[in-house]
């Protein structure tokens, strides 16, 4: 009787045990699959970063480039309309 009593107490350890190590394993893996997830979305957000940061490049470059083709006009245009008032 206290031997299949000892044995019962001992297979329920044992299968505690397997479980609570299986159960850990398991978590482990979870973790390091949480892990990989979240160093690629910061990979990708720093490539959007950067992405972002040449869009803004380049918009300030067009931008310059208008405003420099603007004050041509505007200089073209005073030039022409100065013509204009000296030829009437």
Not at 25 to 46: F, G, R, T
Not at 57 to 80: C, F, G, M
């Amino acid at each position: 009787m206290i031997v299949s009593i000892a044995a019962l107490l001992a297979g329920f350890l044992l299968g505690g045990a397997l479980v609570s190590f299986w159960l850990s394993q398991k978590w482990k893996q979870q973790v390091a699959a949480a892990e990989q997830s979240l160093k690629e979305i910061a990979e990708q957000h720093k490539a959007e970063q950067q992405q972002s940061k040449e869009l803004q490049q380049q918009v300030a470059d067009l931008t310059w480039q208008l405003n420099e083709a603007n004050k041509t006009n505007r200089y073209l245009q005073s030039r022409l309309d100065g013509n204009a008032q000296n030829d009437n």
